[in-house]
């Protein structure tokens, strides 16, 4: 059973939610702790402990990160964040989890987790990639016993991908670090799109994880009676499950921080490649699988 850390913005976009859920629903990945990034990261935690309280997982520590970047003078970041309104929160104030983030802070946890480690624990980003910059930064060793399955980046159009932008100085040091990477981007993952009746079918089953995700993706959904979510997270934790789901290209990927209008941008380039990227997807296959693991 593959050993993970899920770092996670969970509450802006609900494939995090949903990701968190699909991770340890399919009972084939080992959850050692959950850490949150990205704009009040303390909130964030509480709703990471909300789902894990639903899915009978309050064993796995859940720890809040680094809320802005990593260079927090960059002007463009406000302007960025306030682009970006989350509604998931609401559930907080209905679903008070009986179990609380961990004291310390994720980049300490990751650290030391992996460290004291086996080698063994892949690194799952599926949010700005702040907490995983700092972490290499901090500990350069970590390179030699981990490696990371990020979603993240896009090489199959000329924008910036959500998490990158978010944090591009981060997103550029961890593409730099060596350590093996394999990138679910925006190539694939948009191609992952569900159905309504999906949503339904999950919203049909009579317990508190899935009654909590159809509340949730309905809060994201906002005024949209029929909300159909792109499973860009949950793909990223189904290649570790099934790596035949989608399929890779190595490539020298370049993050792309001067130009005003593309930062954050992943960039393809010449020179020895540093990242498998994820560019096609049997996406029926695995929405399949989705759906089939959430109201099994």
Known sequence: MQKIILDTDIGDDIDDALALAFAIMSGKIEILGVTTVFRNAAQRAELACCLLEALGRTEIPVYAGIGKTLLQSIPDWEQVAASHRPRQMEVLKRQQP???PQPGNAVDFIIDTVMDSDGDIVLVPIGPFTNIAAAFTMEPRLAQKTQIVMMGGATDRVRPEWNALCDPEATRIVFGTRVPITMVGLDVTTKCVMSYEQVKAIGSVDRPINQICFELIHLWG?????????????LAVATLIDPTLCETREMQIEVETQAAHLRGATVPIEGEPNTSVCVSVEAARFMDDFVETLTA
């Open 98 to 100: 009986s179990f609380q």
């Open 222 to 234: 906002g005024e949209n009676p029929e909300p159909r979510p792109t499973l860009h997270d949950p």
